[in-house]
């Protein structure tokens, strides 16, 4: 069940369920909470389970025209604060990610520990900047097909045939992002800074990364594992670890949150 609160005249959902230690679940870009669900039903068994629709996802309102990471982390502050949580694990998934690492930047004292799924401490190359402000464009015209088409990338071509009711979910819950929140949260991944050295100053952090994933490069998430000396788990396929290697993800997370 989903409850909000109110955060710069704006409502943010979330939805807030078992005991014990907390952990905050962040989805990814054109995802909202409802990613999460199976996740949830594993991790509610013995942990108090928050999950947030960021700025313009979900049921949670668009405040701007540009929802920088800084702007999502701080209404998932307002939202861990009503709850009068005081320390969590957060887990992001690819965008969800970015803001973790904002968010665990900002206010260190409520992190236990950082979980990246598919996801990266790096900002965005030039190249992948150039890219983000040509879909901006495209979502103006023809923005039905690049939401389609981005979500189909997000799969390995075999995850695509052997999951395809859970692609096509995927592509209905991003079709209800509106174009302004898409156009939003584009140009606010496409601002934010490296954050590795943030990662290093967190004690328990973990990152999940498939091999064939065509978002982020795995040779990158490797060096960058190296580099900030974090555990890396490698799954087998692409950005969709969730729903590509659900069992596997479900087991890692569970370990993760363990006191």
């Given at each position: 069940m989903q409850n909000s609160i109110i955060y710069k005249n704006s409502k943010i959902t979330y939805s807030d369920s078992g005991k014990g230690t907390a952990v905050v679940l962040l989805h990814g870009f054109l995802e909202n909470?409802?990613?999460?669900?199976?996740?949830?039903?594993?991790?509610?068994?013995?942990?108090?389970?928050?999950?947030?629709?960021?700025?313009?996802?979900?049921?949670?309102?668009?405040?701007?025209?540009?929802?920088?990471?800084?702007?999502?982390a701080m209404a998932v502050k307002e939202v861990v604060?009503?709850?009068?949580?005081?320390?969590?694990?957060?887990?992001?998934?690819?965008?969800?990610?970015?803001?973790?690492?904002?968010f665990s930047e900002k206010y260190p004292k409520y992190?236990?520990?950082?979980?990246?799924?598919?996801?990266?401490?790096?900002?965005?190359?030039?190249?992948?900047?150039?890219?983000?402000l040509r879909a901006c464009k495209m979502a103006q015209v023809n923005y039905e097909n690049l939401v389609k088409l981005s979500v189909s990338n997000l799969f390995t071509a075999e995850s695509r045939e052997k999951f395809p009711l859970a692609v096509d979910q995927v592509k209905n819950e991003a079709l209800k992002t509106t174009v302004q929140s898409y156009i939003a949260a584009t140009k606010g991944m496409l601002l934010r800074e490296n954050k590795e050295s943030i990662l290093q100053t967190i004690n328990k952090r973990l990152i999940i990364a498939g091999k064939k994933d065509t978002i982020l490069n795995f040779e990158s998430i490797l060096e960058e594992s190296k580099r900030t000396n974090t555990p890396l788990y490698e799954l087998p396929n692409g950005h969709?670890?969730?729903?590509?290697?659900?069992?596997?993800?479900?087991?890692?997370?569970?370990?993760?949150?363990?006191?």
């Open positions: 909470s409802t990613m999460w669900n199976e996740i949830t039903n594993e991790l509610e068994k013995k942990n108090r389970v928050i999950t947030i629709d960021l700025l313009g996802h979900g049921n949670s309102d668009c405040i701007g025209y540009i929802h920088t990471m800084d702007d999502m604060k009503s709850l009068r949580i005081r320390k969590f694990y957060i887990i992001g998934h690819s965008m969800g990610g970015y803001v973790s690492l904002v992190i236990k520990g950082l979980c990246l799924l598919n996801s990266t401490t790096q900002a965005d190359a030039d190249e992948r900047k150039e890219l983000r969709m670890s969730h729903i590509e290697d659900k069992d596997e993800v479900v087991k890692i997370f569970k370990e993760f949150v363990k006191n």
